[in-house]
């Protein structure tokens, strides 16, 4: 009785086992996952047809780079999406109708150059000298710069042009018979030769210009007219200056405290003594007056350096009773005269 009860027992245990062995061949136990509900632009069939049940995310690649800041406490991109994978995204969800599901991918912004302001420190103003204003204070003015050219040896172009305007009273020694017209010629000669009719030109090179513009020492008392004016970088100056009679080269008088380009009367007798047709007559008194003299100076207003200076005068010569003979040939002039002029011009000072 027990032994058919065991073999009962053991036969249905046996069953029971291949049944639940068929039941779970036939219908495996299902899996769990985690599904996403789909977005509204996912179900529509105009953009993706027929929707999935769920949504496979790839993790983003190396490139890509997730411009959002993560949240603080997960580290996680609230904009994130997981999947059973754990894969993740950091797009935010597209606006409907856009199913470009790409990453977005950041590229490297331009360089920007940034260009830092070097400190300097501004240049002072250039301080201009004070415009004199008297007779006195332009005289001055005038004669520092001409001072400051000789001291700094400043190279300069000269030209000066010299024109004899008339020689009158050779009357009386043209008429001489046969040696007239030769005699009154050479005298003409003479005279041109003595007041050095024509132009020369010469330059000094810096550091070999000496004695071509004397540092004058003009005062108010030479100077007749004077005036002063601003234009430009320069002051612009005018100066008329008084007459002199048989002036020297010296600061003794007006024309001498300004220039050393004329004849004085020691010249014109020495000239003329020296011989007209193998004739020495002597000389009985020659006058040179000096008139009409006048400068136009031209000066930088900052360093008080002349830029050209423009020098104007004339004269009148008159020689009185030559006398003198010999082989026959007598030399007899009780009164000649003559008159001329001088410009000379200085200009690109190099100083």
Do not use: W
């Not at 004695?211 to 100066?239: F, H």
Request: charged residues 15%; glycine residues 6%.
């Amino acid at each position: 009785m027990k032994i058919q009860l065991f073999f009962r027992n053991t036969v249905l245990c046996v069953l029971l086992v291949a049944l639940l062995a068929f039941a779970a061949c036939t219908h495996p136990v299902p899996t769990v996952g985690i599904e996403i509900p789909q977005p509204d632009y996912l179900q529509d069939s105009n953009n993706l047809g027929t929707p999935s049940s769920f949504v496979t995310i790839e993790p983003p690649s190396d490139s890509a780079v997730d411009p959002t800041p993560s949240n603080s406490i997960t580290g996680i991109n609230p904009n994130t999406v997981l999947s059973q994978s754990q894969g993740y995204v950091t797009n935010p969800p597209p606006t409907r109708g856009d199913v470009s599901t790409t990453p977005n991918q950041v590229t490297n912004p331009p360089l920007i150059s940034i260009t830092t302001p070097q400190s300097t420190t501004p240049t002072a103003p250039r301080q201009k000298l004070p415009m004199p204003q008297s007779n006195a204070a332009i005289a001055a003015f005038y004669n520092e710069a001409t001072r400051k050219v000789n001291a700094s040896r400043a190279g300069f172009r000269k030209s000066n042009t010299t024109k004899v305007l008339s020689i009158n009273g050779l009357e009386k020694v043209e008429s001489l018979p046969i040696i007239g017209k030769a005699l009154s010629k050479e005298i003409r000669k003479k005279i041109t030769e003595f007041l050095g009719e024509g132009t020369s030109v010469n330059t000094a090179t810096k550091g070999n210009a000496s004695n071509y513009l004397v540092s004058a020492s003009l005062q108010s008392g030479d100077l007749t007219s004077v005036s002063c004016r601003e234009s430009g970088d320069k002051y612009i100056i005018y100066m008329q200056i008084k007459s002199v009679t048989n002036p020297t080269r010296d600061a003794g008088n007006a024309l001498g405290r300004f220039t050393v380009d004329f004849r004085t009367q020691a010249e014109a007798r020495a000239t003329l003594e020296a011989g007209l047709m193998n004739v020495k007559p002597k000389v009985g008194t020659v006058t040179i007056v000096s008139k009409n003299s006048q400068i136009t100076a031209e000066i930088d207003k900052y360093t008080g350096n002349p830029i050209n200076v423009h020098m104007q005068y004339a004269f009148d010569v008159e020689i009185l009773d030559v006398h003198g003979g010999a082989l026959g040939v007598n030399v007899d002039v009780d009164k000649a005269s003559g008159s001329g002029s001088s410009d000379i011009l200085f200009t690109n000072f190099v100083f």
